[in-house]
Structures are given as structure tokens and as C-alpha cells.
């Protein structure tokens, strides 16, 4: 049955601080099994992916090839509905010109004591993008993780995706195609991320991992960070509606359900002023899930994890969206950009009554890997910035180095650094010469 | 002996890939020990840091009391002689000035569909400064890693920093206070960071944990990861000097040395296109290392782990700078500017002769918080980034949802995902009847 609590209840606080502490996933530990794949990859390469694909995803890799050919990625591509396709191209248009915005400006400008000073920014080199097989085997994944290397200008971007039975989805492999992914292997699980951190006869090593997976391949990434970068490793997913009563409760239910069909161990929360309203969204719900394909999975979630809060007033919600720091938030209330600058912690926000969480996970353009289990607090959504780094730098002038670096040595001299000291003084004696 | 490589011997890439495997940290697993502390924190509160810091710092932190009072500070901050101070306050200062102006920008628009998108950076709510005790124990640390929290806006800073014995670095308060820190708590190690992730009684819980440490405090860091956010775990410093022979080898010596002297497994590399200058340098080192306090500490390295490497051309060295990846890249050429804006690969880069590193470890501006062991590949320093987070968002009128909705539509019906799909047809739908 889905909680149901009221700011005015007298153990409102508990039983909020009891909803923000909910556990929805039991962390399996398979951390001894991925560290022995990953060796096995380290030392055998190839020969061990051939045997792992044949073990886990029971299909031939070494006589099929590991790759995918062009001609196998031009089939797969032509075979999709030409709707499919303008859909998957309205999408990746969008996508990527939502991450052009969001592209860094470099730095370079000279102080008032004469120090040249900037950052500037560069993409790294290559990447790889983990798709997962089975149910969570989306094109759209492949868009959000892949646009943004692109913009971002990484040169080599390679693809790796399970195909168990040999079975792949088509619309994934087009998807790559639209975002220019040429390279795509055959291969998933931790494997997969130790082929890309180490590279194999055929699949080249990378800098940086992204990419959804199981916890085998959540692990595999953990474990080769260091050697790689990686993405952060998201939950399941969330959604915070915060709706007032001029809501039709049959969009605000559809809305709740989109993230409650995606997983048994999904969150659904409604925040809303008017008691009768939380009960017409409720009915709603019951309503929708007789219809829904995904009932069974939404129906857990919702029943398990989902939460109805109703408050006093709207405008007094905002510390418990902060506090939940949610994934996904909908603001279907008045005056929805006002409470929208207030927001400290969110992953994404969705503005008014006519902006469906579902329009973000598509073609909205901003990206869909966002920040679970409250971790808005401290990161953000996939990005450009995830492909690109910082390079900072610093110019001295001889009378720049004058007026800066006294202050330097003394530093030095404190920290018994008289190295570092001597290699700014060995300079200011020679300048004072001049 | 220090490695000296020609890029026309005959073996040069071999030798040159054995520069960058190079392995210079041996890692200890601490993980089980760090555990049972993590957990001891988490279970007994301050008790659990009373006792650890009884036993680890030989110090009765219980009667003495956790947190510094406001006369202990700034006590410690007279006690400073008036150059010392007026050095901290100008590398806080320029400290300040480089990272507002890293500061990032909003974004909001609307773009040719009608629909408005955009996204807001907001500081983290609280961070946790970790300082080390002993050897590592910088007032210059502190500086770098506080003020770009203090510019992102973060409204609770706290810092930790072991006692040993009860004796702590005056310089090292005082730079908080400079940063604008006011809550110290004297407490160290894994104890330390299980505080900031968990809270105790006294100690409040943050968001963000950075700062430098031993190999408990980084393991703690990777245990307590996913709860709070955690800055990148730095392995030892690591100089790179591009240098023609047009430079007094002698100042290069000491920027290759102020590096060396950090740590036996710091690492000092030069490339040069002269092998008379190259042999110059390594006489200067010899003499430098006459009279250096550090010598010991900076000969292990740089006999260890120095490396002279003889190009034909400067030009040419690039993709070698970016293979190394660097944390600290100084060029000291010819048209400086011109080779940085050709590099890829590197933390921080020193430009121009009169700009030895070590004026970017206390003064210049930029962070001197890097990436070290090649991780330049991927990641980047110390910024106000680490102290943000991005929301995105995005609004749909009645008529832009009908523009870009019936894409979302097609993709959830692709996928599986039913409700998705819902939420945005039964929007449409209503739409459609106005």
C-alpha cells in the first residue's frame, strides 16, 4: 500500500526521515567474481572474452567476430520504421544541441599584478560506452551517453554491447549509427568494462567508461577506476511530483507510473496541498494499471516504495524536496519557474503541467543519466563535462614573478619546501641583476 | 641513477612505455581496517573518536575537547610573524580571484521548438575539509582546497586535522580562519572522514568530503563514496619540464628538484633538444643538492625515478607531453603559448621561463590540487565545479509538447515503456480538444 503522510501529523519528521533513509536495493557483493574476470582479461585478452561470452551469454563470439561489421550496422539500421527513425533523429538533434549550449568557455586573461592566467578545456581522447543487454537494452541510453562524447569532440568512441544468443536489438545499433559510433563489439559484463580499460587484441583500451549496467558491471567499473575514468553508478530510478489541485490527477498518475514501470525497486513521491486531490491521483493510478503492459513492475513499486505527502502550502514543500534531492522533479503547480530557481538539489526538473518527466527521458535534449539516491546533493547529470578536462595555466612576467613571488618563498620557507623556494628566488636574484 | 632516453636510440618506445607503467606507489590494503573503523564511528559516535585518537595521536581528545574554540583560532592566527600572514592572505587572495572567475554560467533559453531549457549550478550544501597531520600538514593545502568551496558558496565548511600529541600547526589554523573556516575539530585518519560522512554528536555530517591523505584516509574516502561526494585520491607529485637550451640550467634544476623533494616517489622528467643541456642540469641538480635541507628526500627520486629525455625537436615532443599526461607541465621555450594551446594531456601548465611550478603551488591562482599518474587523461583539479552541482530543466507549452511529443511516444512504445508513453498521449490527447 503506498504511504501516505501529512506535514501535520505529530511524527511527520520521523516518518519523513524514515522515507529518506528507505533502503530499495540489497548491495550484492561480487566483487571476488569481477575481480577475477578482470585478470582474465588483463592476461588472456581476446581468448577470454570468446570464453566468457560463450558462458554467460551462450553464443560463438570467436567464429562470429567480435565486431560489429558496417554492413551488420547499415541491416540493423535500414531495418528500423522510418517513424522509428525520425523519432531517433529528432531525439539525437535535440540531444545534441542542448549539450552544444552547455559547452565550457576556456579562460585567458592577464591580472592586475600582470599574471597571464586561464583554463582551457579539451575532450579526452577516447571512450566507451556500455550498453546492456536485455530489458534495459534502450536506444535512447545509447543517445544520452553517446551525444555528449561527441560534442564534447571525443575522437574515438567505441561501443560495447551483450548479445545473448547472439540476439541484439536493432534500434540500439542504429542509435549508435546516428551518433556516429562506427565501433561496436559484441561483448557485456565486466568483461566488457576490462576489455575497455585494458584493451584486447581487437578492442582498444579507452580514458574514460560510461554507461549503465548490472553489478557485476557496476563493479567492474569500480575496479578500474584509476586506470579509466567512469561515470558515476546510478540507482534505481525516482520521481518527485510536487502538483496542486488544478491538476488533471489522471496526468499527474501517468506520471508517477512512467518511473514506477521501470523497476519493482523504483520511487514514485507526490507532494500536494489538497488531500481530496491525492486521492483522485490515487484512483487514477489504480486506473492506468489496469491498462499498462508494465503493471506488475509498476504496481510493486508504487504499492512498495511509493510515498503521497500531502502539506499545507506548496511553497512550504521546498525543504522536503531538498531533503529527498530527487532524481526527477516535477513542479505541475503555479508559477512553477519561481519554485524551480529555489531548488537547491535535484538531478533534472520538469516546469509545469505540460512538461511530462517521460518528454526529458527522450527528446527534451537535456540529459537522462541523472544523480540517484539523493546524490543530487553532491553530483550532477551526464554531460559534456564528463568527456572533457581542465587544463589550468599560469604566465609570469619578470616583474610579475617580482610582485608574486615573495610571497612564494615565504610560503615555502613555513612549509620546508626550500626547493620550491629556491627555484622562485634563483629567478628574482637573476631579474634584480637586470 | 637518474634515466636519461634519446628519442633516436633504437629502443627509445619501448623504453619510453616502461616510463609511463612506471609503478612508484605500492598500494596497502587497508580495507578491512578501515572498515571496522568506518563502522565503529557510524555505531559509537564521539566515543568511537575519542578512543582512535587516544590510540592513533596519543592524544585525551575528550577532555581537551573535539572542536577548536574561537580563542584557540585566533590565537593560533597572532601567533603568525606579519610576512607569513600577509603571504597567506595574499594566496588567498589570488586564489579567490582565479576561481571566481572559473565560476560557471547559467543557461536558459528557448529554442526553435518552443521549448524553454536550461540548467542552474547551485553549491553543495556543506564539505568537509580533510588536513593532514605531520609531514603533509600545509597551510597552502588548506587554502587551495577551501576557497573554491568558500567561492561556490558553500554554506558549511568544517574542517578536520589530527593532533598528534596534541600539537598542531598554527599556520595551518590560521589559514582556515583566513578562508573563512570557524569549525575545526581535532581529529585525523579514517576516524576523521567517517565523522564528516556520518556524523557524530558534535561532528555534523556534509556532502562533500576533499583533501589530501595518508593511505587510510583515502580508503576511508572509497568506503564512505555514494553517501558523500569525494574528491579525487591523489597519488605522489609528478613534474614534467620542457626546456631548450636557451634556459639557465640551473633554474631548471631547482623546478625539477622542488617536485623531487616532496617525496621519494615523486617523479621529475625533462625533455630538451640538447644533450649539453640536459648534461647541465644534471650537474645543477648535484649542486643544488648540496645545499638543500630536503636532499636526501629529493635524491631518492630523482635518482629513482628522474627521467632526461633528448628530443630532436621541441616541436616534436608533444604527443610525448601527452602520453605523460602530466600534473605539472612547465614549458620553457620559444613561443610558449603556442605548444600549451597544443596540448591535451596535463593538470596545470607553467608557461614561460620566468614561471617555475612552484609559484602555482602557493600563489598564482589556479588550484594546485591535480591529477597525478596520468589521470590528466580524464580528469581535472581542484575547482569550484567539485563544490557545485547542475540541475537541468526544461518547459513545454501546450504547443511545443505537441511538436516534440509524438517522437517520445514512438521511442516508449519502442522501449517497452507504456506509462511513458501515456503521460505524454493523454497530455496531447486534451490538447488536441482545445
Known sequence: MVLRLSSSQPDFEQQFAAVLTMKRESAEDVSESVHSIVEAVKDKGDKALYDFTAKFDRFDVETYGLRFSENEIETAYNS??????????????????????????????????????????????????????????????????????????????????????????????????????HEIYRVGGAQAVAALA?????????????????????????????????????????????????????????????????????????????????????????????????????????????????????????????????EHLELAIENPHEYREKVTHAGAIFVGRYTPEAIGDYVAGPNHVLPTARTARFSSGLSVYDFMKRTTFVECTPESLAAIGPAAITLAEEEGLQAHGLSVSIRLEDIDKQ
Request: proline share 7%.
Open 80 to 181: 528500423l520504421t522510418s517513424e522509428l527513425l525520425a523519432a531517433l533523429k529528432k531525439a539525437a538533434d535535440r540531444i545534441a544541441s542542448f549539450h552544444q549550449n552547455q559547452m565550457p568557455h576556456s579562460l585567458d586573461y592577464t591580472d592586475d599584478d600582470g599574471v597571464r592566467l586561464g583554463q582551457q578545456w579539451r575532450p579526452v581522447s577516447s571512450a566507451g560506452l556500455y550498453v546492456p543487454g536485455g530489458t534495459a537494452n534502450y536506444p535512447s541510453s545509447v543517445l544520452m551517453n553517446a551525444m555528449p562524447a561527441k560534442v564534447a569532440g571525443v575522437e574515438n568512441l567505441v561501443m560495447v554491447v551483450p548479445t545473448p544468443d547472439g540476439v541484439v536489438n536493432p534500434a540500439v545499433i542504429a542509435a549508435a549509427k546516428l551518433a556516429g559510433i
Open 198 to 326: 585494458y584493451g584486447t587484441e581487437t578492442i582498444p583500451s579507452v580514458d574514460k567508461i560510461v554507461g549503465p549496467g548490472n553489478a557485476f558491471v557496476a563493479e567492474a567499473k569500480r575496479q578500474v577506476y584509476g586506470k579509466v575514468g567512469i561515470d558515476a553508478i546510478a540507482g534505481p530510478s525516482e520521481i518527485l511530483v510536487v502538483a496542486d489541485n488544478t491538476n488533471d490527477p489522471r496526468w499527474i498518475a501517468a506520471d508517477l507510473l512512467s518511473q514506477a514501470e521501470h523497476d519493482p525497486v523504483a520511487q514514485s513521491i507526490l507532494i500536494t496541498d489538497d488531500p481530496a486531490f491525492a486521492q483522485s491521483v490515487e484512483l487514477a493510478v489504480q486506473n492506468h494499471l489496469r491498462t499498462l503492459p508494465r503493471a506488475q513492475i509498476a504496481s510493486a513499486s508504487w504499492e512498495n516504495y511509493g510515498v503521497i505527502i500531502v502539506v499545507g502550502d506548496i511553497d512550504n514543500s521546498l525543504p522536503l524536496v531538498d531533503a529527498l534531492a530527487p
